[in-house]
């Protein structure tokens, strides 16, 4: 078996459909990067803040305009030296009363004669109080140079709520949270192109060791059957598309048509693995067959789980196999007819009796050849093949079977594996159907289309 793991494992919808189910991990991925990138550039950059002012400065000696600009011209050029004077530092942290840590700068705006003050400090309480207090105790260490000069607050300090300026990491944080988010995107797309699973009706047929009988499309259960928590859907029914229901009945056809060239009578479904929608295909299978006027019985051959009653309503006296196997009741007490199908089913017990009943192989194969000598067909639903060795047991019984093939759900090799186990113990293999499979977006080539262009 020598497969490349990407022919025909890729399907543009699929990848869609995985990304937003794992959407929250796109989500999560850039929650992580803006936490990151927060906490790292608040470990590696100190944040400073500033406080501001604005003063006016007048001569005392005139009230000339160009007076009060020269003023304000010389007072800037020393203003600086005064506010980073010992003297004035010392008058601070004896009017707030701790130590501050900051600088404290003043420039005149050009052309006014209008004074800015600036306290920078990587506490913005700090920042604050050094500016109130410079301004408050400037005139105790300065007389001698504002002298000529009246200083006057025009705009008070203002308190910072935000750094003066953004850590360098932060201004790139919006670009590389997109990037987080799109690297986890590029991370699903490689989980979800190296899980080898069939994505595709194409990929398929060269992924898969037999021939492709049919594809059944995924049919989206009805409010009414949300509503119940089931999600079965049986052709002829209420809750079936005419899609849905032609597509089952091609892929009879074709298992039908398999059965009269190998003049083979007992058909086993199975599935590698659980959840891929086998006891739904059996029993619709056993439903077209029945409508071509056969005479089609339906086995639950799920010792381990049996699942037939969930898809229709058993009546409280039906008969089970394990009932056959124990003596308590004759085959024809214990098969049921469906009216509304028109077919024979043979249910099967639940629980203890279920697994007592799966270890007598002679009796099972006395009821099974008496019900291949009075159907037309007899169909067995048996467990998985993965998951116990009752459908082995069956294998060896049947004369054909047929693999159910969930979309995107069972490692490729394992399915494989079971059609080689099924050759080993049967000596015939049908094929493949291909349940619930969703079309590919764009294929023009109709090999996934369910309406009446064509069926796979």
Not at 79 to 95: A, C, P, R, T
Not at 216 to 241: D, F, M, N, V
Not at 257 to 279: C, D, F, Y
Request: with cysteine; hydrophobic share 40%.
């Amino acid at each position: 078996m020598n497969q490349k793991i990407t022919d025909g494992s890729f399907s543009i919808r699929g990848f869609v459909m995985e990304v937003l189910s794992n959407f929250w991990m796109v989500i999560f991925a850039g929650a992580i990067a803006y936490l990151g990138l927060t906490g790292i550039s608040g470990l590696v950059e100190d944040p400073l803040y500033e406080s501001k002012a604005t003063m006016v400065i007048s001569s005392k000696e005139s009230y000339s305009s160009i007076t009060s600009l020269q003023t304000a011209s010389q007072m800037a050029a020393v203003f600086s030296e005064v506010f980073q004077s010992e003297s004035l530092k010392e008058n601070i942290i004896q009017d707030v009363g701790e130590e501050m840590e900051g600088d404290i700068t003043c420039r005149q705006i050009e052309s006014t004669n209008l004074l800015s003050l600036t306290a920078v400090s990587g506490n913005p309480r700090h920042a604050y109080l050094m500016l109130c207090s410079a301004i408050d105790n400037y005139g105790a260490v300065s007389g001698y140079v504002f002298g000529q000069a009246n200083l006057l607050v025009l705009t008070p300090p203002d308190v910072p709520t935000e750094p003066m300026k953004q850590a360098t990491l932060l201004t790139y944080r919006k670009y590389l949270i997109p990037a987080a988010m799109l690297f986890m995107i590029f991370i699903i797309a490689l989980l979800y192109l190296f899980r080898f699973t069939v994505k595709t009706t194409r990929g398929a047929r060269k992924q898969l060791d037999g021939n492709v009988l049919g594809t059944i499309p995924y049919e989206k259960p009805s409010l009414k059957r949300r509503r119940k928590g089931a999600a079965k859907h049986l052709i002829g029914g209420a809750s079936s598309t005419m899609a849905f229901s032609e597509s089952v009945r091609r892929a009879a056809q074709a298992i039908q048509q398999h059965m009269e060239r190998k003049e083979a009578k007992v058909l086993l479904v199975t599935s590698a693995i659980p959840n891929e929608g086998k006891t739904m295909t059996a029993a619709n299978i056993a439903i077209s067959l029945a409508e071509k006027k056969a005479k089609v019985l339906l086995i639950d051959g799920d010792f381990l789980n049996p699942s037939m009653e969930t898809m229709f309503e058993k009546r409280e006296d039906a008969g089970t196999i394990s009932d056959v196997i124990a003596g308590v009741r004759k085959l024809g007490e214990a098969v049921s007819y469906d009216r509304k199908y028109r077919f024979f089913k043979l249910y099967q017990d639940d629980g203890g009796r279920g697994r007592t009943a799966a270890g007598d192989h002679g009796k099972i194969e006395s009821i099974l050849e008496t019900c291949r000598r009075e159907m037309d067909y007899v169909i067995v639903d048996s467990s998985p093949i993965t998951v116990s060795a009752d459908a082995e047991m069956w294998m060896g019984l049947a004369d054909t079977a047929v693999l159910v093939v969930r979309q995107d759900w069972a490692d490729v090799r394992v399915i494989n594996d079971a059609v080689d186990m099924i050759w080993q113990n049967t000596g015939d293999f049908g094929g493949f159907v291909l349940n619930a499979f969703e079309p590919e977006w764009g294929d023009s080539s109709g090999s996934q289309s369910y309406g009446y262009e064509r069926y796979a």
